[in-house]
């Protein structure tokens, strides 16, 4: 008797050890179940200066988001197909480069590395997106017919400060063309009709735009047929976003396959 109860223990224990393996098991098997996480998009601070139509209505803060314009809304449908979203803040031309240079934002959002020399070095570049001029702005009662650097030379030239205008820059520095800067493109009309300078700096797409938007009279106005330089506007990129560089590129691509760019620059720029 003792020994068949002794037989019936073991067994029990034996029935236990093995429950207790298979809960444990179980438990783990459970353990190792992950629900799938919600991707969130990415996010990109990109900042923007004052340049209609391209951007539109920025207030000059970095706490204020830009989100008007014809980049404005291309960059509304990359997001929506890369799953990107792009803090765009609107700030002055001088502390764009700052942000660039301390990575506080990633993407500078319309550019060109000609306006950088050596400095591009240090950045990417997006393949081309829109095509401008710079031009020569005078009045049409005394109007300047640029050809050459030559043409400003002993001249005042009003420009936006912080802006960069290629070979003229050089000439800005040594003194054979005298600079009249302003910090609102604005101001430069008004101090052409008053003879302050004798021309200033524009942009054939830019200047105009701004003008009807601030309803602006600019009849006394006459832009230079020959252009002071001729560009594409691309991304500025911080070297260590590449994934963003090849998806916007594979945007600018497709947009401009399926008409998609070529159908923003129409609806801004016809009127």
């Known amino acids: 008797m003792k020994r068949v109860l002794l037989i019936l223990i073991i067994i029990m224990t034996l029935l236990n050890c ?5 809960e444990k098991k179980t438990i783990n ?17 990109m900042v923007f200066g004052d340049y209609p139509p391209y951007y539109i209505g920025g207030i000059l803060d970095e706490n204020t988001q830009i989100t008007k314009g014809m980049f404005v ?33 990633q993407v ?38 640029y050809e050459k650097p030559e043409d400003l030379f002993g001249k005042k030239i009003g420009k936006v400060s912080g802006m960069r205008y290629g070979e ?6 040594n003194g054979k063309i005298t600079p009249v800067d302003v910090t609102n493109e ?10 302050r300078i004798d021309a ?31 560009f594409a506007l691309m991304c500025q990129i911080n070297k260590g976003e590449t994934q963003f560089l090849k998806d916007m590129n594979d945007f600018i691509r ?16 016809k009127h």
């Open 18 to 22: 093995r429950k207790n393996q298979i």
């Open 29 to 45: 098997l459970n353990d190792k179940i992950r629900t799938p996480d919600i991707s969130s998009p990415q996010k990109i601070t």
């Open 73 to 105: 809304e291309f960059l509304y449908e990359f997001e929506k197909q890369f799953d990107y979203e792009i803090i765009k803040i609107c700030v002055p031309r001088k502390r764009i480069d700052l942000m660039m240079e301390t990575g506080k934002a």
């Open 108 to 145: 500078f959002s319309l550019t060109n590395p000609l306006f950088l020399g050596s400095e591009a070095e240090k950045y990417l570049f997006t393949e081309p997106i829109f095509y401008t001029k710079d031009v020569v702005v005078s009045l049409k009662e005394n109007p300047l017919n």
């Open 168 to 173: 003229l820059d050089q000439y800005f520095a």
């Open 186 to 195: 604005m101001a430069l009309p008004e101090m052409l009709k008053r003879k």
């Open 200 to 230: 200033y700096l524009g942009n054939s797409t830019v200047s105009p735009y701004k003008y009807k938007l601030e309803n602006y009279d600019y009849s006394h106005l006459y832009f230079a047929e020959k252009p002071l330089i001729e």
């Open 254 to 269: 497709t947009s401009k396959s399926n008409s998609f760019l070529q159908g923003l620059v129409d609806k801004y720029t």
